[in-house]
């Protein structure tokens, strides 16, 4: 029994004392300030001429809520902490101030205060209390910066269809900058993703100029819809622009074609007869594919190429127009120069094209044949032809297809 008195002793005083600790911690605490020991690091401060920021400290003596915030000498509000819980500590809270503010502004996000005369004011408050106060004086030094404004932005056209038709398939950005700064150039979709475009390149003042072509980064595209392009620039002082608009995707696609038959005819000839290519292609894509001529049946020679015929009509243009095309092994033509007979998707004359004379559409799903002649003055006893299709400007699409060996009597 002694033994079990003594321990139920012992555990009434340490409980006793804990109470005792507990309550002389409240009267200590009750009796401290709210808020105390507000200092800076300086009374002047030129933020624009050095990279050392204002440090600001103060003691939480209660668990409270504090505003940190300048008042110019109009009386403006500048936050800097606003409706901040923070727990009691005899530690000071720090906070680093570097001179820029975030203001309401829509394009100024955030600036460089100006110089001038300003008031540091720290306040508490715990509850619904009455808040304590401290204030101390601050002067802003240094030159007036200019802010680095986004200027005289364009996007055009603000409306583009990515399907590689070379109508409207790219947007161009393009703005001045008063000052250098930090670009960032994103384009959010209807669903929240954001494509990056421009990220944190170092512009100096002068005139920008960047292309969207409507799709994310690795070339995957995007599906039709309003979207937000925004362009943000900061400068090394901490001032940063958003410049905010909208582009439109429409038309999305990617296109696509197939030869789903070939014939090269006939397999013997004399020199300056007549070969006939005779192609079956189909629009095996989502959008229309532009095409133009010469138009299906036209003969050539092996001393012509596509691009001398008709005073250069059909040289080849930006990409976007597909076209068929025959070649030959012996061809010393590379690159451009590579299908030097090229014919028109279109089974139709030029003058009842989409685009009369100009150009004429194979839709989606879409199938259309195509006949062309060579004349053979080439003097090689054999000819290795094949046929392929061609994207202007684009590459060589089903290359070397339905390879067929002519003989050439001489």
């Known amino acids: 029994m002694h ?7 012992t555990r009434a005083l340490l409980v006793g004392l804990a109470l005792l600790a507990s309550a002389l911690m409240l009267v200590a605490c009750a009796g401290s300030p709210v808020l105390d020991a507000v ?10 001429e050095t990279d050392q920021p204002l440090t600001i400290s103060y003691v939480v003596g209660r668990d409270a809520t504090v505003d940190v915030y300048l008042l110019d000498a109009s009386g403006t509000r500048y936050d800097l902490r606003r409706g901040q819980p923070r727990s009691a500590s005899t530690e000071p ?9 975030p203001t309401s502004d829509p394009v100024l996000l955030r600036r460089l205060l100006p110089p001038g005369t300003y008031t540091l004011v720290v306040t508490a408050q715990v509850g619904g209390g009455t808040p304590e106060e401290r204030r101390l004086p601050l002067a802003i030094t240094g030159s007036t910066l200019p802010i680095p404004d986004v200027q005289n932005l364009l996007v ?20 001045r900058l008063p000052v250098s700064a930090t670009v960032n150039i994103d384009i959010s979709a209807p669903d929240g993703e954001t494509i990056p475009v421009v990220t944190r390149e170092e512009e100096g003042p002068y005139e920008q100029h960047h292309v969207w072509n409507g799709k994310r980064p690795n070339g995957s595209l995007l599906a039709s819809g309003v979207y937000t392009y925004t362009v943000q620039a900061e400068d090394g002082y901490g001032n940063l622009v958003r410049r905010q608009g909208e582009i439109t995707l429409e038309k999305v696609g990617q296109p696509e074609a197939r030869i789903i038959y070939a014939s090269i005819a006939p397999q013997r000839v004399m020199l300056g007869g007549v070969i006939t290519v005779t192609i079956r292609v189909r629009n095996t894509g989502t959008v229309p594919i532009r095409t133009y001529g010469p138009a299906s049946g036209f003969l050539y020679s092996t001393d012509q190429v596509f691009s001398s015929v008709a005073d250069g009509h ?26 030097p007979f090229r014919w028109a998707l279109s089974q139709k004359p030029p003058d009842q094209w989409k685009v009369p004379g100009v150009e004429d559409w194979l839709m989606p799903n879409e199938e259309v044949d195509v006949t062309g002649q060579v004349q053979i003055l080439q003097r090689e006893t054999k000819m290795g032809f094949y046929v392929g299709l061609i994207q202007d400007g684009v590459g060589f699409f089903q290359d070397r ?3 067929t060996i002519v003989e050439v009597g001489l």
């Open 401 to 403: 297809s339905a390879r």
């Open 3 to 9: 033994d079990t008195t003594a321990s139920t002793i």
């Open 156 to 175: 055009s056209p603000p409306t583009i269809s990515p399907n590689a038709d070379a109508v409207n398939d790219v947007t161009e950005i393009t703005y």
């Open 39 to 48: 200092t800076a690091s300086t009374s002047s401060f030129a933020p624009a």
């Open 314 to 339: 059909y040289a080849a243009q930006a990409g976007g127009f597909w076209r068929i095309g025959l070649d030959w092994d012996a061809n010393s033509g590379g690159g451009p120069k590579r299908y």
């Open 93 to 101: 809270y720090v906070l680093r101030f570097d001179g820029t503010v």
